[in-house]
């Protein structure tokens, strides 16, 4: 199982991703702009090596963001709602750490930690003023034995 595939389903398991028709939209590297409460998770490109042993084991890092897009415009309820999203999304992550939740991983890569690097924001907006896309950068920090 490759490293994007270990953090979807673990993301996948996020029981307040909003859904629509009882499933929910999660992708990887891809969404539309005019397809509403959707997510994505997104790699970021970055040396996954932190550290080096000796026996060639490494501890790595694999950075990525989790985007939406959400309905967006002047009402103030609406704007913080989708906020609200990662504020509760943050929480969950440190509270999946804290009890050793973590991304089931393998050819001999054990999750270590799995963290939120910035708060949840607002990227960009539609030209209609609609829809806006939202964004959390998160790390996965492994063990990769030799």
């Known amino acids: 199982m490759s490293i994007i595939n270990s953090v979807y389903d673990y993301i996948s398991a996020c029981d307040f991703l909003k859904s629509c028709n009882d499933y929910v939209t999660l ?20 040396n996954p090596v932190l550290k ?30 989708n906020l609200e999203f990662y504020e509760q999304f943050s929480k969950w992550i ?4 804290k009890n050793k939740i973590l991304p089931i991983m393998e050819n001999g890569q054990t999750a270590n930690k799995i963290e939120c ?6 990227l960009t907006n539609s030209a ?19």
């Open 52 to 81: 080096a042993y000796i026996t060639g084991d490494t501890v790595n890092q694999f950075l990525f963001n989790i985007s939406s897009v959400q309905d967006y415009g002047a009402n103030k309820n609406t704007n913080s709602s």
């Open 27 to 46: 992708y990887v590297d891809y969404s539309k702009d005019d397809e509403v409460t959707t997510y994505s998770i997104n790699s970021i490109p970055c």
């Open 117 to 122: 690097l910035t708060g949840g924001y607002m």
């Open 94 to 97: 440190r509270e999946n750490n």
């Open 128 to 146: 209609s003023g609609t829809s806006a896309r939202y964004v959390i950068q998160c790390k996965l920090t492994y063990d990769q034995e030799n």
